[in-house]
């Protein structure tokens, strides 16, 4: 837990399941833990580009989304990153939206 | 035998009168499953089918205050951690598994998600099998009525048709043709033909590191093919728009690209994806890795100890309420092709060059 915002770490999410015999997770060391953490915001930073939105890490704990204005929210994993982006867009994040797949797969986000 | 790490919570589910709790009786009479935790749950004022239970110990609990999938958060939850604290105290035998009898009514998911969400349960306690009944007598019209039905059926890990012995044969084979297109790669056993193996029943599950391999290759043992002619008919059914596909990819692919793309998916269409269940191959990693989700519960993932067959590409089994196949496999496409800067994210390696 961070002792200065109180927010708690370990969210149990499945892309970041902790380390147990037999289980496949990419959260088995800090190193391990920090290059997992960068390669996903680049890639969601691809996803996230279709729809104007930055993501940053913050305390290699949660991530910080935020609009074009500058709206700004804090996220625990990749659950939460999808249901804070369609709220501070104020429609869905679909990747099943053709023009999202289009853009994706011409331009590689 | 040595004491599983995490106890497997199994669910016996189905809907209103499909026996349910006739194979709970018959389960719990075999010696294999004698250090089995029992919770029966029963809709309404009064518990009664813990009556047709003869075996009322003290590592049985009845719920009793309504539909499990409504009061999840508390009494289910409660009841297994209660049950968890006797048992280590040695009030209770130490129990290896715990079965959850739903009611007919409920919707599996939250029962589900109780189990792998609570941050106690989650740390002594998995998923194990969701074992469905339905009544071959009145099961095309429950699944063709009830969208609790449907669900049930296309949730379940093992499927047990009852009542056979009172329907028509040919009935009961229509009965499983629409069972296969919900759910193509559950298990079907014949309650009323022979005797149930309450092993297979309530083990072999992908988490079970001995069955993880044989419940993986069953996944995509079965022919996951459209059945178009199927579909043709009784388009106001309500199953009508279920249907199940496998999807396979070449090459290793990015298991981050991966967990981005399902994680955005669920988001948005966790409802309609009843199911999904896949063997990947992850690029960085020799094992094959075993992911499974319903609805917007995913499981942990697990690695498996070896590729159930030759095939080495990353395979993908969906069971979707109404959702495009075509879209779900081009988009997955356009994101594994994403290329962060990290050399990696590609299906072809050649389609990037």
Known sequence: ?109 | MAEPIFIPVNLITGFLGSGKTTLLQRLLSDPALADTAVLINEFGEVGLDHHLLERIDDTMVLLQSGCLCCTIRGELSAAIKDLHSKRERGQVPRFRRVVVESTGLADPFPILSTVQADPVLRHHFRLGNVITTVDAVNGTAQLARQPECTKQVAVADRLVLTKTDLAQAAATDALISRLRRLNPSAPLSHAAEAPLDAEALLSHDLFATAGRSEAARRWFAAEVTPRDDEARHDRNRHDETIHAFALSFDGPLDWTLFGLWLTMLLNRHGEKLLRVKGILNVAGSSAPVAVHGVQHLVHPPVHMTAWPDADRRSRLVFIVDGLDRGLIERSLQAFLRLDAGNGVGVLDQQALA
């Not at chain 1, 993501?55 to 709206?71: E, I, M, N, R």
Request: net charge neutral; proline share 4%; glycine share 10%.
């Open chain 1, 1 to 109: 837990m961070c002792a200065l915002c109180g927010v708690l770490s370990g969210s149990g999410h499945w892309t970041d399941a902790a380390a147990r015999p037999g289980l496949f997770t990419r959260n088995v060391d800090g190193l391990q833990r920090r290059r997992e953490r960068g390669h996903r915001i680049a890639c969601a930073s691809r996803v996230l580009n279709y729809y104007g939105l930055t993501l940053s890490d913050w305390q290699a704990s949660s991530y910080v989304l935020s609009t074009a204005t500058g709206k700004t929210e804090i996220v625990d994993n990749l659950t939460h990153l999808w249901a804070t982006a369609e709220k501070l867009l104020g429609r869905p994040c679909d990747p099943l939206d053709p023009d999202l797949i289009l853009r994706l797969e011409t331009s590689g986000g």
